[in-house]
């Protein structure tokens, strides 16, 4: 079974027991099966491209959360198997998406990126009694609900739990930036020949989590600057009379507006709007920016005297895999303003090519190199040539984060995780697997402060603990042995470690020896320090 990435800080948690009120059926069993579902995060902001996984912009990227369904018997994992838990979008929201994300390529559509695919329920296979998948929101605010399923094969019950995802929940902080241009016309450069304006009102609005503008701030909370390149010589932002290049603006009811004066050079001038989500002030420092580019032509002239032909052919960008990137088209000749698409190839996973001639985002791909495309350009009057175009991605492949798969646990290396119990005189076993990291590369495992009884190794991607606790009831002089409560003999606790390539995970580990069907606990009494 392939279980399924990442774990956060942030936990939502629905348990439902087999023996309480919920999904059972009638009937009773030795030892009833109970199932748990639980989510990283109980809230995810609207998302704005929801057809986008990668998402490059916005506060939250991929506006996904992840879900861990898990069961037991008898208080130890149910056994395991390909088809064990059914999983789906019970009610709520139309929209948004359950995705495997588990690298098989049935869930993956066919294409340069491999990007998953979206489903409206999964079916998943268990591993130490557990499994997890990702919720991906939409476009659209409200709760989600999400129902997971397990059936008992012993007499076909049928056991679920549940959890809600607020999707769009208003928050007041920004989260994403819209640019607009209230020009009725287009802009000229500043010594146009066809008595264009010089100089253009432009808006940006910012809104929250919800689709809802921020509140009004009480200092500056939007910075505008113009991007260096051959038609932003001499262009300048104006905000209250005074102009530059680089400017604060203080929204109302989530707006801010300055104006854009053309310089003397024709083409596109692009414009960078950034806000902080920590605190909606751009005053005093930038914490956690949120960005947006808008691009504004200038042009010099209306009609076209020469053909119209990309500024570059066979255009090679460079970008670097998870950083932000941008890149500015560029065309001459032909009628202005002109329309930019993509005619053959695919960008990189987490890039987008708008139609004023912006590619930008975030690439985030598993395969480091060259993407070839086709890029295509029309003018106003429906004249069209398009190029070839290289975007090479650099730096390291896209490699998921390493993640130790434990029922029911969930934090940092700080957080200790509970196995089942081990009985005293029998026979203990429990596995351990991983998700993550490069695929092609075999998991290894360690283990450190191993009681004597326990022995750790490692096989294929999997890493086991077993041994059978059975203390003396004679101990040595000086010997130490678990504080006895009751039927139980004492916690024990070590460390597991996986190594994949260049990527490790460590989860702390603890499990109680308990009174065995066949051997009690120790009847000696722990050595007390004089």
């Not at 809230?43 to 037991?72: D, E, F, K, R």
Request: hydrophobic content about 35%; charged content about 15%.
């Amino acid at each position: 079974m392939k279980n399924i990435f990442k774990m956060s800080l942030l936990l939502a948690a629905a348990t439902l027991a087999a023996c309480g009120g919920g999904g059972g059926s009638g009937g009773t069993s030795e030892q009833q099966y109970s199932i748990t579902l639980r989510s990283d995060l109980s809230q995810l902001p609207l998302n704005i491209n929801p057809a986008q996984n990668v998402a490059s912009t916005g506060a939250h990227a991929p506006y996904t959360t992840t879900l861990y369904v898990n069961a037991q018997t008898g208080g130890r994992p149910v056994p395991g198997g390909d088809k064990v838990f059914e999983c789906n979008l019970d009610s709520g929201l139309d929209s948004g998406a359950l995705y495997y994300l588990d690298g098989d390529s049935e869930h993956e559509n066919d294409d340069e990126g491999k990007t998953p695919k979206a489903y409206r329920s999964v079916t998943l296979g268990a591993n130490s009694g557990g499994a997890s998948f990702h919720f991906h929101s939409s476009d659209k605010a409200g709760t989600a609900r999400i129902v997971c399923s397990i059936t008992d094969p012993r007499d076909s019950k049928i056991y679920s739990a549940s959890t809600t995802i607020t999707v769009g929940a208003s928050t007041g902080k920004p989260a994403w930036i819209v640019g607009r241009t209230q020009m009725t016309t287009m802009l000229g450069t500043s010594n146009n020949l066809s008595n264009l304006p010089n100089a253009a009102a432009v808006q940006a609005t910012i809104y929250d989590d919800a689709n809802q503008p921020v509140p009004n701030p009480g200092a500056p909370n939007l910075q505008v600057s113009i991007r260096p390149s051959e038609a932003a010589t001499g262009a300048q932002l104006v905000v209250n009379g005074k102009a530059s290049t680089v400017a604060q603006v203080t929204s109302m009811g989530g707006v801010g507006q300055f104006s854009l004066k053309s310089g003397p050079n024709a083409g596109p001038i692009l414009l960078e709007f950034v806000s902080d989500r920590a605190d909606n002030n751009v005053a005093n420092g930038i914490q956690q920016p949120v960005t947006s580019l808008l691009v504004i032509d200038a042009v010099h002239e209306l009609e076209a005297k020469e053909p119209l032909a990309l500024k570059t052919e066979n255009i090679d960008a460079t970008a670097v895999n998870g950083i932000p990137f941008s890149f500015m088209l560029a065309a001459e000749g032909g009628a202005a303003p002109y329309t930019w698409t993509l005619a053959g190839g695919t960008l990189p996973t987490g890039l987008t090519l708008s139609s004023s001639g912006l590619i930008s985002g975030t690439p985030a791909v598993k395969k480091i190199g060259s993407y070839p495309v086709v890029i295509r350009v029309t003018d106003r009057q429906g004249k069209m040539v398009q190029s070839n175009m290289a975007i090479n991605v650099e730096g390291a492949p896209l490699v998921d984060p390493l993640v130790i798969s434990l029922s029911g646990c969930a934090g940092g290396i700080n957080s200790t995780c509970a196995l089942p119990d081990a009985p005293m005189g029998e026979n203990y076993q429990y596995t351990f697997s991983a998700v993550g990291g490069d695929p092609d590369v075999a998991v290894t495992w360690t283990f450190g402060a191993l009681p004597s009884w326990l022995r750790g190794n490692s096989q294929g991607n999997y890493g086991y603990v077993n041994g059978t606790p059975d203390w003396s009831e004679t101990l040595p002089e000086g010997a130490t042995v678990p504080v006895i409560t009751g039927q139980t003999c004492g916690r024990v606790g070590f460390l597991v470690t996986a190594t994949r390539g260049s990527v490790t995970a460590s989860r702390q580990i603890s499990l109680n020896v308990v009174k065995g069907a066949v051997k009690d606990c120790p009847s000696v009494t722990p050595p007390t320090t004089p």
